[in-house]
Each structure stands twice: as structure tokens, then as C-alpha cells.
């Protein structure tokens, strides 16, 4: 990997931290306006809407114009929002404007590593981003938490007589991090646009979205890869919670103690995408599919856990499980996307895709939780799904061989 690669990494890091502190921050500033409590949920909600109403359009932004630009654009959003949020804009609408910026810098991130890098780097380069999201994920978690302690923004602002909430002070460094961020996107390479627009108006951006859309899903590679990615985030996002609930009911931690327990998948992740990265070609990904089946066995044996240590040991295992056949699919993803239409708008596709599946599963977990179910009994369906599904798939890409 060269110096251009590294400084995609860096600035990506750095916008995936703001991100991360940016939740703890805005669910503080909810809590000081005292908002309903249902704003917090429909906080991320906020955000995630974004990626599906302008999936049609940020794909092919991040395809007409250098992506370095594109993500240097992007994170100015993000910083626009974090502004919006500091002075007395709702929480809730100043998020959603950080949700539109990510949206965009989504296809942009991974869409320059086709462009940037040879077809026999993208696996490695993608356990490498997956490794600094990952990373980012946790010391988001861990900074944004200290930042909005009253106590640490006061002794910090004491010396400079300021008076300021915890939660308006923790805006502030994050919109630092996005400055950075940005800076370090003007020094990203430029690659020369390979899939330029014949048109920009709006309704050739919806044809040409839908296009890629069905293209993707028709190609035997792009609907797999689609599929195992699809269903991983969607799981993911619902398995976050479903952690949490269980960890509470079951083993009788309190929240705070709950929400380290993602830490420990987090890590998994890593370590799964690093071996994934050393271990897996390209042209093997599909290899890795199987592993998707053992995640969720491993996910319906956490029913039955009761002792703290055996579900560390689990929830590390579900990690690597996951970051170990993600990694691959995405890989194979972005290459065919690149092949067919363009990296940014294969990613657009993907992203469209992912959030509605996080839409999708956590209503039904919302709704099995309405309905009564326990805890437990909860994890079982929910494991049992995502090995059936992936089971569901291996069998489809089989089929689509012959």
C-alpha cells in the first residue's frame, strides 16, 4: 500500500470517530432540551434516512467528480450539521443534515478504492477500512462518553472562563474532527473519473439509479455479494440492540456495563477482517459464505448463556465470524460494481439496500418485543434467521454456477 492509500485511511478514520462521538454527543443535547424519549431512537433513524432517499442521487455525485473532492465535500456537510446542532437548531433536523453528508461520503470512501488500487489489493484494503471503521467505532464510543461528562468539559473550560454544557462542548471537538478530516481529504490522489455522466438532471439520476440497481442484483456476483452485505448490516444494526436487551435480562448487567459488551464484537470484527484481508483472494470470496451460517448458530447459542465470561468469549467469536465474511463480499462488490456501472453507484445500491434492511429487522424486532417475546427466545429467532438466510444464499450462488 502507497501514501495515497494510507491518507484515505486517515481521513477515514477520522470522519468514522466524529461520526461515533457525534451519537453520545446529540443523545446529551436531546437529554439537556429535555426532548421526549422517543427522540432518541428516532435520532438515528434521522440519519439513516438519508441513505435511502438519496441513494439514486449520491452515487452518481461520487462518480461524476474526483471522490477525494466528493468526501472533502461530504465531510463540510457534516461539519454544517454539527454547526446547525451548536446553535439551537432541533437535534433531530441537524442530525439528519450529518446523515446527508454521510450518505454521500459513503460511495466516495469505498467507490476511490477501486479506482486507487489493482483488483488484488481490494480484499486487503478492505480489511484495512474495516479495521480503522471498527477502531473508530470504539474510540468513538469511549470518547464521545468522556466528552459529555459534565466534569471533564468544566475543568477544561474552567482556565478559559467559559460557560458551556458537556453536550455543546462535545459538539465542538467533534466538528474539530471533521475539520481534520477534511484536511486530509484535499491531500487524497486524484484518479481520473472512469464513469462520467452523460446527464445530471433528476430524472436520469432515478433511471440511471434503478438501472444499476436491477444490473446489480441480475449479475450472478453483484446479487450474492449484494445479498451476504445486505443482510450483515441490517443484522448488525439489530443485533446492537438485541445484545443489549439480552445482556440486561439475562446476565443483570446495567446499560453502561451492556454497551462494553458491543466493544468486544467490535474487536471480533477486526480480527476477523484482518484475517480475512491476509487470508481470502478475490477470486476465493465466496469461499468464506459458510461463515455467515456459523455466525448465526453462534448467535442462537447465546440464548442459553448465563455467565458473563462464555458470552465475551461468544459475542468476540460473532465479531470475527462477521468481519471475516463481510470483508470478502464487500470486496467483490465494489470490483463487479466497478466493472458494470461505476464503484459509487454499486455502493449507493448497496447502501439503498442495507438501510432498508436495518428498517426492515428492526421493526420486526420492535415487534417481537410488542408481542411479549422473551429475550431469549428473541435471539434463537434471530440467529436462526440469519443462518437460514445465509444458508438461503450459499445454496442460490450454487444454483447460479451450474
Same mark, same amino acid.
Given at each position: 500500500?502507497?501514501?495515497?492509500?494510507?491518507?484515505?485511511?486517515?481521513?477515514?478514520?477520522?470522519?468514522?470517530?466524529?461520526?461515533?462521538?457525534?451519537?453520545?454527543?446529540?443523545?446529551?443535547?436531546?437529554?439537556?432540551?429535555?426532548?421526549?424519549?422517543?427522540?432518541?431512537?428516532?435520532?438515528?433513524?434521522?440519519?439513516?434516512?438519508?441513505?435511502?432517499?438519496?441513494?439514486?442521487?449520491?452515487?452518481?455525485?461520487?462518480?461524476?467528480?474526483?471522490?477525494?473532492?466528493?468526501?472533502?465535500?461530504?465531510?463540510?456537510?457534516?461539519?454544517?450539521?454539527?454547526?446547525?446542532?451548536?446553535?439551537?437548531?432541533?437535534?433531530?433536523?441537524?442530525?439528519?443534515?450529518?446523515?446527508?453528508?454521510?450518505?454521500?461520503?459513503?460511495?466516495?470512501?469505498?467507490?476511490?478504492?477501486?479506482?486507487?488500487?489493482?483488483?488484488?489489493?481490494?480484499?486487503?484494503?478492505?480489511?484495512?477500512?474495516?479495521?480503522?471503521?471498527?477502531?473508530?467505532?470504539?474510540?468513538?464510543?469511549?470518547?464521545?462518553?468522556?466528552?459529555?461528562?459534565?466534569?471533564?468539559?468544566?475543568?477544561?473550560?474552567?482556565?478559559?472562563? =467559559?460557560? %458551556? +454544557?458537556?453536550?455543546?462542548?462535545?459538539? $465542538? *471537538?467533534?466538528?474539530? #474532527?471533521? @475539520?481534520?478530516? &477534511?484536511?486530509?481529504?484535499?491531500?487524497?490522489?486524484?484518479?481520473?473519473?472512469?464513469?462520467?455522466?452523460?446527464?445530471?438532471?433528476?430524472?436520469?439520476?432515478?433511471?440511471?439509479?434503478?438501472?444499476?440497481?436491477?444490473?446489480?442484483?441480475?449479475?450472478?456476483?453483484?446479487?450474492?455479494?449484494?445479498?451476504?452485505?445486505?443482510?450483515?448490516?441490517?443484522?448488525?444494526?439489530?443485533?446492537?440492540?438485541?445484545?443489549?436487551?439480552?445482556?440486561?435480562?439475562?446476565?443483570?448487567?446495567?446499560?453502561?456495563?451492556?454497551?462494553?459488551?458491543?466493544?468486544?464484537?467490535?474487536?471480533?470484527?477486526?480480527?476477523?477482517?484482518?484475517?480475512?484481508?491476509?487470508?481470502?483472494?478475490?477470486?476465493?470470496?465466496?469461499?468464506?459464505?459458510?461463515?455467515?451460517?456459523?455466525?448465526?448458530?453462534?448467535? =442462537?447459542? %447465546? +440464548?442459553?448463556?448465563?455467565?458473563?465470561? $462464555? *458470552?465475551?468469549?461468544? #459475542?468476540? @467469536?460473532?465479531? &470475527?465470524?462477521?468481519?471475516?465474511?463481510?470483508?470478502?463480499?464487500?470486496?467483490?462488490?465494489?470490483?463487479?460494481?466497478?466493472?458494470?456501472?461505476?464503484?459509487?453507484?454499486?455502493?449507493?445500491?448497496?447502501?439503498?439496500?442495507?438501510?432498508?434492511?436495518?428498517?426492515?429487522?428492526?421493526?420486526?424486532?420492535?415487534?417481537?418485543?410488542?408481542?411479549?417475546?422473551?429475550?431469549?427466545?428473541?435471539?434463537?429467532?434471530?440467529?436462526?434467521?440469519?443462518?437460514?438466510?445465509?444458508?438461503?444464499?450459499?445454496?442460490?450462488?450454487?444454483?447460479?454456477?451450474?
Amino acid at each position: 500500500m502507497n501514501r495515497g492509500f494510507y491518507t484515505i485511511l486517515i481521513a477515514q478514520f477520522l470522519s468514522a470517530l466524529a461520526d461515533n462521538a457525534l451519537l453520545f454527543a446529540a443523545i446529551a443535547l436531546l437529554m439537556e432540551l429535555d426532548s421526549p424519549s422517543w427522540h432518541t431512537p428516532v435520532l438515528q433513524q434521522f440519519f439513516v434516512v438519508s441513505y435511502i432517499a438519496l441513494a439514486p442521487f449520491v452515487g452518481a455525485f461520487a462518480d461524476a467528480f474526483p471522490k477525494g473532492r466528493v468526501m472533502f465535500i461530504s465531510n463540510s456537510i457534516k461539519f454544517i450539521g454539527c454547526l446547525a446542532m451548536l446553535f439551537g437548531a432541533p437535534p433531530l433536523y441537524a442530525y439528519g443534515i450529518v446523515g446527508l453528508g454521510a450518505a454521500a461520503y459513503s460511495p466516495a470512501k469505498y467507490g476511490i478504492l477501486t479506482e486507487f488500487l489493482p483488483p488484488e489489493k481490494l480484499v486487503v484494503a478492505n480489511s484495512w477500512m474495516e479495521g480503522a471503521t471498527v477502531a473508530a467505532i470504539v474510540l468513538g464510543a469511549i470518547i464521545g462518553g468522556i466528552l459529555i461528562k459534565p466534569a471533564f468539559a468544566q475543568h477544561l473550560l474552567s482556565g478559559l472562563s =467559559i460557560e %458551556m +454544557s458537556a453536550a455543546k462542548f462535545a459538539i $465542538i *471537538a467533534v466538528t474539530g #474532527l471533521y @475539520i481534520a478530516a &477534511a484536511i486530509f481529504n484535499l491531500f487524497i490522489p486524484r484518479v481520473e473519473i472512469d464513469h462520467k455522466l452523460p446527464k445530471k438532471n433528476p430524472f436520469f439520476l432515478l433511471h440511471d439509479f434503478w438501472h444499476a440497481f436491477f444490473l446489480l442484483w441480475r449479475d450472478p456476483q453483484g446479487q450474492i455479494s449484494l445479498a451476504v452485505t445486505t443482510l450483515f448490516w441490517g443484522a448488525g444494526a439489530t443485533l446492537r440492540l438485541v445484545v443489549l436487551a439480552w445482556a440486561v435480562l439475562a446476565l443483570g448487567f446495567d446499560l453502561s456495563q451492556a454497551t462494553q459488551l458491543m466493544v468486544v464484537v467490535a474487536l471480533g470484527i477486526a480480527v476477523g477482517s484482518v484475517i480475512a484481508g491476509r487470508y481470502i483472494a478475490l477470486d476465493q470470496s465466496v469461499k468464506v459464505l459458510p461463515t455467515g451460517i456459523m455466525m448465526g448458530i453462534v448467535v =442462537i447459542l %447465546m +440464548s442459553l448463556v448465563t455467565d458473563w465470561r $462464555i *458470552a465475551i468469549f461468544l #459475542l468476540f @467469536i460473532i465479531g &470475527a465470524l462477521g468481519g471475516f465474511f463481510v470483508v470478502p463480499m464487500n470486496a467483490l462488490l465494489q470490483h463487479r460494481g466497478h466493472l458494470l456501472m461505476g464503484a459509487g453507484h454499486s455502493i449507493a445500491v448497496q447502501n439503498f439496500n442495507e438501510n432498508i434492511s436495518i428498517l426492515i429487522l428492526l421493526g420486526g424486532y420492535a415487534m417481537m418485543v410488542k408481542a411479549g417475546l422473551h429475550i431469549n427466545t428473541i435471539t434463537a429467532i434471530f440467529g436462526a434467521f440469519v443462518s437460514l438466510t445465509m444458508w438461503v444464499i450459499l445454496r442460490r450462488y450454487r444454483k447460479v454456477l451450474k
